[in-house]
């Protein structure tokens, strides 16, 4: 039974592992000449035989005939070979299979643990590569089990991939059964075992999905130069046309909008802006903060910083909701932007700047990465709106508010 159960073993791992041949054949061999040295000291002078196809084997002992024994183990007398053939003579080499019964039931039970043991070594080193060279690139799975902090998924061969919360786009919800797109973030060894983390908040993951949608960009005519994003929220994708006959936005976009519009949508409808890329710094500062029209740019490159002045009415615009417009365009240029409304000359107004005696600077730099540059800009907008734009306590807006108030009172 013991015998039937390991060959049974072999036949198993033949049809359900993906092993190429050559492997298990040096397994299957390295276990049987283990547990030969453990029962005769040597395994050198055994022919093992395996028959992957079948699910068996044959294991032939060869031992030199001799008049006298001295080692049992590589040596046979004359007198019992001749009892069985009395063909052979002194210095030949007398074969003797193996039977599985002589490895007795605890040898039968050690080789089928020790071949279990290395397929599942060998399973895990084919996983962990696999997986490694598709790093950066978008697989498909389905949802199997969905916990607080992380989602397993399976793929098409049954492997586990965890997608975690934190590379979830915050919108993201998902099913059991439900089909996943992501791209495969990393591969660790975890206590032996390969653990493959996906993605969907990785910028490889945008450029893999725009790389399907869009066949200039698969074949290299069109290049995506820098991706930045909030997932879920906003993304800028620059691109740049070797070609001067394409249009590197037009072709993102598609006719009406058709090739966008899948990528959008696998993305819970984050807002994607695509900017035709330049190396002039003050044209792509230009395109970054579209729609919104600038007036003037002062750039520093020493504190890599950007001074942009933009007409009221674009102020909001430049800036994005809860900031993401300005932020990724700060991003996308590698400075940090700051947006100033311009003032007119006829507008009785004044700036921040000059309240710096009775209002924290601190305050009126937050008040300043909000479009807010002027006392009126300030009173303009509602209490509650400013706290949660500029990230400050609503007593804290309140009291600038009295501040500001009261100078145009003193004027009046």
């Known amino acids: 039974m ?50 992957i196809d079948k699910g068996d084997f044959e294991i ?31 210095g030949e080499f007398y074969p003797e299979e193996v039977k599985l019964a002589t490895f007795g039931r605890r040898g039968i039970l050690n080789l089928r643990q020790n071949l279990s ?6 399973e895990k080193a084919n996983l962990f590569n696999k997986y490694k060279e598709k790093v950066g690139e978008i ?11 992380e989602v397993l998924i399976m793929d098409e061969d049954g492997n586990e991939l965890l997608l975690p919360k934190t590379e979830q786009i915050p919108s993201d919800f998902f099913r ?38 869009v066949p200039e960009i698969f074949d290299g005519l069109i290049t995506i130069k820098k991706i930045v994003r909030i997932p879920g929220e906003r993304a800028k994708v620059a ?46 500062i230009q395109r970054a903060l579209s729609p919104a029209k600038i007036s003037s740019i002062k750039i520093n490159e020493e504190t890599k910083r950007v001074f942009v002045s933009l007409n009221p009415g674009d102020v909001s615009l430049a800036i994005g909701k809860g900031g993401s ?55 303009a907008i509602s209490d509650t709106e400013i706290a949660r734009r500029a990230d400050l306590e609503l007593e804290t807006v309140q009291e600038v508010k009295k501040i500001l108030s009261s100078e145009f009172e003193e004027t009046n």
């Open 239 to 284: 691109v740049e046309s070797y070609d001067e006959r394409i249009d590197p936005v037009g072709a993102c976009v598609g006719v009406k909008g058709s090739r966008i519009h899948g990528i959008v949508k696998e993305l819970r409808n984050e807002n994607i802006d695509i900017i035709n890329w330049t190396s002039n710094l003050q044209l792509l």
């Open 117 to 122: 043991g290395r397929i599942m070594d060998i």
């Open 139 to 149: 697989v498909v799975g389905e949802v199997y089990q969905v916990w607080k902090k």
């Open 2 to 51: 013991e015998g039937l159960n390991l060959i049974s073993t072999f036949a198993e791992f033949k049809e359900l592992k993906n092993i190429d041949r050559p492997t298990m054949m040096s397994v299957l061999e390295d276990i049987f000449r283990n547990q030969l040295i453990k029962m005769y000291g040597t395994a050198e002078n055994f022919d093992i035989i395996i028959n």
């Open 325 to 379: 417009n300005i932020k990724l365009a700060g991003q996308l240029v590698g400075m940090e932007i700051e947006v100033f409304r311009e003032i007119e000359e006829d507008e009785d107004d004044v700036l921040l700047s000059e309240f710096s005696d009775e209002i924290d600077s601190w305050v009126i730099e937050a008040l300043r990465s909000i479009g807010c540059d002027t006392a009126k800009n300030v009173l």
């Open 176 to 213: 059991k059964a439900d089909t996943v797109r992501a791209v495969v973030a990393r591969v660790d060894m975890k206590n032996n075992n390969p653990v493959i983390i996906l993605s969907r908040t990785a910028n490889e993951f945008l450029e893999r999905l725009f790389e399907q949608e």
């Open 60 to 90: 032939w002992r060869n031992r030199e005939v001799v008049e006298v024994v001295e080692d049992p183990n590589t040596q046979i007398s004359l007198e019992e070979v001749s009892k069985t053939d009395d063909s052979y003579t002194v």
